[in-house]
């Protein structure tokens, strides 16, 4: 339903992909881990290796948990559909866009 | 002198206070000649409340000026004597423990501004709505507020003297990640129309939501040696009894006008209730892990304050009119076991980052936690508490090494679980406009849904940051954007909050 | 209209004044039921609970306007259906 006002009332979105240029925000679930209150928000250019993503992003994050093994890592996610990870692929050409939501199991 | 009884003295001729009042207000207001009426009052039209009759409307208080700022002068009188009296007696002595403060900077942060809002928005509406006596209501909520939030400043400002994050509450309103929970409520309010504010903020605000937002507080202050703000919180009770007559007035006044204001107002209840509730995630998480001495669990606030007084008093009464029960108050409900231990998490797992300080329930609270939550506690939220404990034992102390997902309509870090199933995190999805959107729950995805144009430009504390709009692209950058100092922050143990208690408390250290 | 009245309640502060005004609210409503909590008593009454400025003040030895009930009150479950120079009476309406 649109918003009720005495004017046109449309206006942009404060999170727009054009607002990030080259970059793109990309969220992060570690799932079935009650250590972390929610998933991680990352900001990364769209064409970032995912494997230079998860390294220098994802990594550092999920290693504050002591128990945290990247060996284990598994089942990669996009959108709760699996994602076959490929670690020289850009995240936009994996289909990981502006605010996806990414998980894996570890 | 002898003491005359009352009735044998000759009293002044008045007149009687129900036309004293109709003089003094209703009486005063005019018919336009000089403009149309609608040029007179352009904002009550366009929402679609339909509105026959403004004489309808009934004030019972029946306050007139003069008696208004009497009344109030006398609650001020009364409040400032105990102010002064605790900031000449060093009254932060008689706190059950410094950690405690961290509930009131959590209130000085999120409330406060909140009344300040309130007062803006009512004297707001003290020009446009169109009858007299709703106005009135208004005019006099509008300096309530303003009072509200003058007293909560001198009362809390005393501790600001001694213990930390009190300093800039106002800035850090404003700018900082969990305070845009609160801002961001209230914003919405007050860009809605003048109807659904009175929906939003007197009614689900107000009203339905009023004790499970302030008694926990004030009980908190009372139960942990907190005299002024106690005191502050009997203060304005009894202005807050007006409040809520204005709240429940609005409600009942507008459905009885016309059978087509019927739906639009269900959908605010259904929206304002979900809303408000979201916001009071952090009162439940204050209730169950900020207070050295806690009142009550919000599970037993919640089942008391709203499933007993409101679902099984208030909504029955509301049925006449057509009205039912806020559209996800099951989920609500599902989440009472839950709703604090997710929350607090949270705020725990984020603290550096926070104008309060956080620390892990040792084992006295957890077995309290444990009690008062059979169900959850110990299955659920224990083993992650313990493994804090482990890390903390080893010297360390574990904090989000990032920033959170928030939620696109509350604000909140998605850390809530499926209403039925606390073992899965709760996430929805949406689109709009090729844009994709994140929400925490289905009360908050339904809320997007209904108006995206609205919620589409929320200023979120996360996205803001990456965008580059928080002062730098460093943690440091960012508190110090935020107004935050030395102290304000982290840990409680150990924190500067602490070694100021232990000296003034100097027999309770000395435990290498 | 159901056999069973629903009960209605006023929270008042706890304060050395407001003993004189629960006396009178007691005297006036037979079935009143009076509870103290920490800094409030609340009061509560099935159908309706009604305050008199006469017995107030007989209790109170001195004048009192019934506005003077915004001082003492914190909170209440019902409508105020009648507020005027002699009386207050705070009941449901449906």
């Known amino acids: 339903m649109a918003v009720k006002a005495l004017y046109d009332y449309d206006f942009p979105s404060a999170d727009r992909a054009e607002n990030f240029g080259d970059d793109q925000l990309v969220f992060v ?9 929610s998933a991680a928000a990352f900001r990364a250019p769209k064409a970032m290796p995912f494997g230079e993503f998860v390294a ?26 699996p994602l076959t990870p490929a670690d020289g692929v850009a995240l936009t050409e994996l289909g990981i866009g502006h605010k996806a939501l990414i998980s894996f199991s570890a | 002198m002898s003491i005359d009884k009352p009735e044998a003295r000759v009293r002044p001729k008045k007149l009687p206070l129900k036309q004293r009042y109709s003089l003094l207000t209703r009486d005063l207001d005019w018919e336009p000649n000089y403009v149309t009426r609608e040029q007179l009052y352009p904002h009550t039209s366009y929402e679609g409340i339909v509105v026959h009759d403004w004489d309808g409307w009934e004030d019972p208080f029946r306050l007139t000026v003069d008696a208004y700022h009497k009344y109030q002068a006398e609650k001020d009188k009364r409040l400032y004597a105990v102010l002064d009296g605790f900031a000449q007696s060093q009254g932060h002595l008689t706190l059950s423990d410094a950690s405690y403060l961290n509930a009131i900077k959590l209130f000085i942060q999120g409330v406060t501004p909140l009344e300040y809002a309130a007062h803006r928005h009512f004297a707001y509406l003290a020009r446009h709505l169109e009858g007299p006596a709703p106005r009135f209501a208004a005019l006099c909520q509008s300096v309530d507020e303003l009072r509200h939030a003058q007293t909560q400043i001198h009362t809390i400002s005393n501790y600001n003297k001694y213990y ?5 509450w106002s800035k850090m309103h404003d700018r900082v990640w969990y305070l845009s929970v609160p801002k961001s409520l209230f914003d919405d309010a007050m860009t809605a129309g003048p109807f659904e504010f009175l929906i939003s903020i007197s009614f689900s605000f107000e009203y339905l939501l009023t004790n499970l937002l302030f008694v926990p507080f004030m009980s908190g202050a009372s139960f942990n040696g907190d005299m002024p703000t106690m005191s502050f919180g009997f203060s304005a009770q009894s202005d807050e009894s007006r409040h809520m007559t204005l709240g429940l ?56 304050y ?3 007084q409101m679902l099984g008093g208030l909504f029955p009464d509301l049925e006449f009119y057509g009205i039912t029960p806020p559209k996800h108050v099951n989920d ?22 926070a104008a309060f300080t956080t620390q892990t329930p040792q084992q006295e609270h957890m077995a309290w936690l444990s009690e008062q ?7 659920f939220y224990r083993p992650t508490w313990e493994k804090h404990l482990d890390i903390e034992a080893g010297g360390g102390r574990a904090f989000f090494q990032g920033l959170p997902q928030l939620c696109q309509v509350c604000q909140i ?40 144009e609205k919620y589409v430009q929320a200023w979120l504390p996360v996205h803001q940051i990456y965008q580059g709009n928080c002062g730098g692209p460093t943690v440091p950058d960012v508190l110090a954007w935020y107004g935050i100092q030395e102290g304000d922050n982290g840990e409680y143990k150990g924190s500067l909050d602490q070694q100021s208690w232990a000296e003034w408390h100097p027999t309770s250290t000395k435990e290498a | 209209m159901s056999g069973t009245l629903r009960q209605v309640g006023i929270d008042i502060q706890e304060s050395e004044e407001n003993r004189a005004l629960i006396d009178a609210i007691k005297q006036d409503n037979p079935d009143l039921t009076v509870r103290h909590l920490p800094g409030l008593v609340k009061v509560q009454s099935s159908g309706q609970i009604v305050i008199n400025r006469e017995t107030v003040e007989s209790h109170l030895g001195r004048e009192w306007e019934t506005g003077e009930f915004q001082l003492a009150i914190v909170s209440y479950a019902g409508n105020f259906s009648e507020w005027d120079d002699d009386q207050i009476i705070v009941k449901w309406e449906h």
Not at chain 2, 260 to 281: E, H, L
Not at chain 2, 373 to 379: E, H, L, N, V
Not at chain 2, 417 to 446: I, Y
């Open chain 2, 413 to 452: 870090p998605m850390g809530f679980s499926e209403p039925d199933d606390p073992a899965t995190p709760s996430l929805r999805t949406s689109t709009f406009r090729d844009e994709v959107f994140h929400t925490c729950s289905n009360g908050c995805q339904w809320i997007f849904e209904r108006e995206p």
């Open chain 2, 164 to 168: 930390g994050g009190f300093h800039s």
């Open chain 1, 56 to 81: 220098a992003m994802v990594v550092p994050w999920a290693g504050s948990d002591p128990e945290f093994d990247l060996a284990a890592v598994h089942d990669w996610r996009l959108f709760g559909e």
């Open chain 2, 306 to 308: 709203f499933e007993e």
């Open chain 2, 373 to 379: 939550y059979p169900d959850t506690f110990d299955r």
């Open chain 2, 332 to 353: 609500a409900i599902a989440e009472k076991d839950k709703l604090s231990h997710e929350t607090y998490k949270i705020l725990h797992n984020f603290s550096f980052a």
């Open chain 2, 249 to 304: 007035e609005a409600i009942k006044f507008l459905l009885e006008q016309d059978e087509a204001n019927v739906p639009i107002i269900q959908g605010w209840i259904d929206k304002w209730f979900w809303r408000a509730y979201r916001m009071s995630a952090l009162v439940a998480a204050m209730m169950d892990y900020m207070l050295p001495k806690p009142v009550m669990s919000w599970r037993e606030a919640f089942e008391l």
């Open chain 1, 29 to 37: 679930q570690w799932k079935g881990n009650p250590f972390f209150c």
